[in-house]
């Protein structure tokens, strides 16, 4: 009999799934920027946000079958649905309720249009918006917000 390799495991300090999470590129300018405007736009602070590169993060990006070596996807779990590429950013603004759920017109494209428009940007995103050296030390807003 051969051993099978063992899951991954999420580290003892895993979130409350009943609140939606962001997983995001921490030191990527733009995904960063989306977490300010996330920040902003949810008023009754349900969003969770957790950096690709935390233990957490990258648990989960390997519980989903992303890479973790290259963070070029984020990942948004809403009521236990997991969402990549521009999937996510439709289902977070579809959470945060009108006049944001508009975005939902964009499931109209086709999922390969979509994964490819995103893409597009993903691949070329710190050449577009830059890359920090590190991951920023978060405001005190987002502290309260982040884990892992």
């Not at 349900?46 to 993060?57: D, E, I, N, V």
Request: with cysteine.
């Amino acid at each position: 009999m051969t051993d099978l390799p063992e899951p991954p495991t999420l580290p003892r300090q895993a979130y409350d799934a009943s609140q939606p999470l962001i997983v995001f590129d921490g030191v990527c300018v733009f995904c960063s920027g989306f977490v300010q405007l996330i920040l902003k736009l949810d008023r009754k602070k349900r969003f969770r946000f957790a950096t690709a590169q935390s233990p957490l993060g990258e648990a989960l990006f390997r519980e989903h079958g992303l890479p973790t070596d290259d963070y070029d996807s984020n990942l948004a779990i809403i009521d236990g649905a997991a969402f990549t590429r521009l999937d996510s950013f439709i289902a977070v603004m579809a959470a945060l309720g009108w006049p944001w759920r508009i975005a939902k017109a964009l499931l109209i494209l086709p999922r390969s249009l979509r994964d490819w428009l995103y893409d597009r940007v993903a691949k070329n995103r710190y050449a577009l918006f830059g890359r920090k050296d590190s991951c920023d030390i978060p405001s005190a807003e987002l502290r309260e917000r982040l884990i892992g």
